[in-house]
Each structure stands twice: as structure tokens, then as C-alpha cells.
């Protein structure tokens, strides 16, 4: 009968955590369908943004014989010095979602390192932090909580540290990577170079067709204001598309975890009926050997 008890335990062990694991996956699924809306108006404004700076990028191209000259756009083609902003979620539970960005930047890291390019690393996150400082290796900033809630004026305050070296020449080149959100059932690993901005990805070869108008003294002092909102709304736009990751990767691995505590417990009450068989079986064989053994 000990064997008997120590199976209904776990099958009763085993239906807690089942019941555990479907509350996050609930908890998950209703912050995902917040965190995908907020994500959706970000990304509008967003794009509305870089369109802007590439009509005012564009016509500024367009004026100067030389082409685009902007400290924001300068094309360093063997940098020295490289800021890597990575962000991580702040708890576990949400399968390779953490592991993934961490791989990635330990690659850009050795990569970096290599081509003997320095390389700071700037964490958002608690799962990343501790990863690298496990492994002794040093971090120029870090920031806890700020993943787990996206708030602009914090991200901003973040990235624009971060800024204003790369403005001041202590560092050539901005990335931010970030496990990004696709559909409810996929994420993206986004490694993104933030400065100096990728001319490539605004299009400015284009030929533009806006019918904006600029005066060309104010060009410089737009562009400079424009950048700057551009870095600190990719920043914060990066927080939200990783939050939404987080939450859809957490509630596949919920789900999974579910599914497996249902399996299990199946597997176990098949072997609980087998035990029981079992000890009537015994039971009946001693009663009849007994009732034998006294004729």
C-alpha cells in the first residue's frame, strides 16, 4: 500500500502544478493581447517617425554636393569602440526566450573581440544581468524592472547616455538586441544598429516625392531633434516588442507545461490502477492460500 500512497502524492503534486502552470498560461495569453495592442500603436507612430526623418534626411542629401553630413549618420567602417544594448526579461519560465538574446550577444561579444573592437555591454533586464555577471563579465549599466514595464521616459534617460557617447566619439556604433515579437506562436531575435543610422533603412536613394519644406538652416537642428526622438522611441518600442515576446513565449512554454502535467498524470493513474490490481491480487492469492492451508 506505500507504493499505492506515494503514486496518488504525486498524482496530486502533479494536478497542482497542472493547475499552476494553466493560471500563467491564462495570465500570459491576457497580458499578451494588452502588450500586442500597445505594440500595434507604438509601431504606427513609429513608422510615421522614420518617415519623417528620411523626408528631411532625404533633402538634405539632395542639397549638399557631398551627400548626407551628419554627425548621426557618419559611416564608421572599422569601429574601435561598440555599445551593445541587450534586453532580457526580468523572470524565467518562458522556455529559450532569455537564452536566445543572451547566445546572441555572447556571438557579437567574441566576434567584436576578434577584429579587437572594444565592446560595453548595457543590460535591461534581470535574467541577462545575472548570466554575465556569473560569468565575470563586466557591465557598463544595468537596469531591472524597466523590461517587465516599458515607460518611455526611463527608456529614454537610458538610451540617451548611451547617445550622447556616441555623439561625443567615445563610441562608434549603438546595437540593441532584443528577442522580438511575430505572432502568438513566434518570436524574433532583433539585432538592430541604432547609431549611426542605417541610411540603408530609410531608403534615401529614393526619389522623394514630399512636399515638405524645410529652410536649409533649420536642416541640421530638425534632423538632430528628430534623431534623437528616433533613438529613444526605438529604445522604447524595442521594451514593448520584447515584453509581447516574453509573454507569447511564456504562455507556449505554460501550455506545453500543462500538456505534460495532463500526460503525466494519465501515465501515472494508469500505473496507480496496475499497483492497486496488483495488491487485490496479492490480497486474494494470501486469503486463498490461508482458507487452503486449513483444510
Do not use: W
Not at 58 to 71: E, P
Not at 90 to 107: A, E, H, M, W, Y
Not at 166 to 173: S, W
Amino acid at each position: 500500500m506505500a507504493n499505492l500512497k506515494e503514486i496518488k502524492r504525486k498524482i496530486s503534486s502533479v494536478k497542482n502544478t497542472q493547475k499552476t502552470t494553466n493560471a500563467m498560461k491564462l495570465v500570459s495569453s491576457a497580458k499578451l493581447k494588452r502588450t500586442e495592442e500597445l505594440a500595434k500603436k507604438s509601431r504606427v507612430y513609429a513608422e510615421k517617425l522614420t518617415e519623417l526623418l528620411t523626408e528631411i534626411a532625404q533633402k538634405m542629401q539632395n542639397a549638399n554636393a557631398d551627400g548626407l553630413d551628419n554627425v548621426y549618420f557618419r559611416d564608421v567602417q572599422n569601429p574601435k569602440k561598440v555599445d551593445i544594448v541587450f534586453i532580457t526579461a526580468d523572470k524565467g519560465l518562458c522556455g529559450g526566450f532569455n537564452s536566445q538574446t543572451i547566445k546572441s550577444v555572447s556571438r557579437l561579444l567574441e566576434e567584436y573581440k576578434a577584429k579587437d573592437v572594444k565592446v560595453r555591454l548595457r543590460a535591461v533586464g534581470r535574467k541577462g544581468i545575472d548570466f554575465f555577471k556569473f560569468n565575470n563579465i563586466e557591465l557598463s549599466d544595468e537596469i531591472i524592472g524597466l523590461s517587465a514595464a516599458p515607460d518611455f521616459k526611463t527608456a529614454s534617460e537610458f538610451i540617451s547616455e548611451v547617445a550622447d557617447a556616441y555623439v561625443n566619439g567615445d563610441t562608434d556604433k549603438i546595437i540593441v538586441v532584443h528577442n522580438g515579437y511575430v505572432n502568438m506562436i513566434t518570436q524574433e531575435l532583433r539585432v538592430d544598429q541604432v547609431l549611426p543610422v542605417d541610411s540603408s533603412r530609410l531608403e534615401l536613394n529614393s526619389v522623394s516625392t514630399s512636399e515638405l519644406e524645410v529652410e536649409p538652416d533649420d536642416d541640421d537642428t530638425l534632423l538632430d531633434a528628430l534623431v534623437k526622438r528616433y533613438v529613444e522611441y526605438t529604445m522604447y518600442y524595442s521594451l514593448i516588442d520584447s515584453l509581447a515576446a516574453e509573454h507569447s513565449a511564456r504562455m507556449q512554454a505554460m501550455d506545453a507545461a500543462t500538456k505534460n502535467a495532463k500526460e503525466m498524470v494519465k501515465e501515472l493513474n494508469i500505473a496507480y490502477n496496475k499497483a492497486r490490481q496488483e495488491a487485490i491480487t496479492t490480497e486474494l492469492i494470501e486469503i486463498i492460500s490461508g482458507m487452503e492451508s486449513m483444510k
